[in-house]
T-cell receptor
Framework: NAGVMQNPRHLVRRRGQEARLRCSPM?????VYWYRQLPEEGLKFMVY????????ESGMPKERFSAEFPKEGPSILRIQQVVRGDSAAYFC????????????FGSGTRLTVV | GENVEQHPSTLSVQEGDSAVIKCTYS??????FPWYKQELGKRPQLIID???NVGEKKDQRIAVTLNKTAKHFSLHITETQPEDSAVYFC???????????WGAGTKLIIKP
């Protein structure tokens, strides 16, 4: 079991470009959560998805950010027109059921906006 | 909504001594309290968790205590070792909620 796979591990984007972060959940997990971690802070919830459905996007900025989890393929977190303040580590977690238990985190994508 | 505060932000202890990290939460409906360890540049890893129907849980050198009345919970690490050096995060949630609300983290430094 390969665990939760995130790629890329590191991503550098210039201001105004688009960033695409990918997350493949653990085998058998159909629930995906995205969190953002600013330096020296705890993780902040962004969005919760199940296959083809966004369940809760209350933590995600309404502009420039979007997320999807298609029927086939990984979950994608997309940030359009990146700004310096988007620089952070983005972690994806997956679980087999609803609820805060049994979260398994991926290794994260560290986005740097220059 | 829920708010979790964590203290101290940095904790330095001598190898072999004990370390205690404390968290308080605001929402009395929260009933699930995990602790995560995050090494530099790595993913958070669950080290222990507790639900509100118990007051204490132990796993070898690690223990967590919960005081629901005071709305605080603590992580205790005994006989600390160099590999315990990391940032530790507490979090809180409810059974009915998938969101974890995280504390700001404690950087634990084990001095040789």
């Amino acid at each position: 079991n390969a665990g939760v796979m995130q790629n890329p591990r590191h991503l550098v984007r210039r201001r105004g470009q688009e960033a695409r972060l990918r997350c493949s959940p653990m085998k058998g997990h159909s629930h995906v959560y995205w969190y953002r971690q600013l330096p020296e802070e705890g993780l902040k919830f962004m969005v919760y998805l199940q296959k083809e459905n966004i369940i809760d996007e209350s933590g995600m900025p309404k502009e420039r950010f979007s997320a999807e989890f298609p029927k086939e393929g990984p979950s994608i977190l997309r940030i359009q027109q990146v700004v310096r303040g988007d620089s952070a580590a983005y972690f994806c977690a997956s679980s087999s059921g609803t609820g805060p238990y049994g979260y398994t985190f991926g290794s994260g994508t560290r986005l740097t906006v220059v | 909504g829920e708010n979790v505060e964590q203290h101290p932000s940095t904790l330095s202890v001598q190898e072999g001594d004990s370390a205690v990290i404390k968290c308080t939460y605001s929402d009395s409906a929260s009933n699930y309290f995990p602790w995560y360890k995050q090494e530099l540049g790595k993913r958070p890893q669950l080290i222990i968790d507790i639900r509100s129907n118990v007051g204490e849980k132990k796993d070898q050198r690690i223990a967590v205590t919960l005081n629901k009345t005071a709305k605080h919970f603590s992580l205790h690490i005994t006989e600390t070792q160099p590999e315990d050096s990391a940032v530790y995060f507490c979090a809180a949630s409810m059974d009915s909620n998938y969101q974890l609300i995280w504390g700001a983290g404690t950087k634990l430094i084990i001095k040789p």
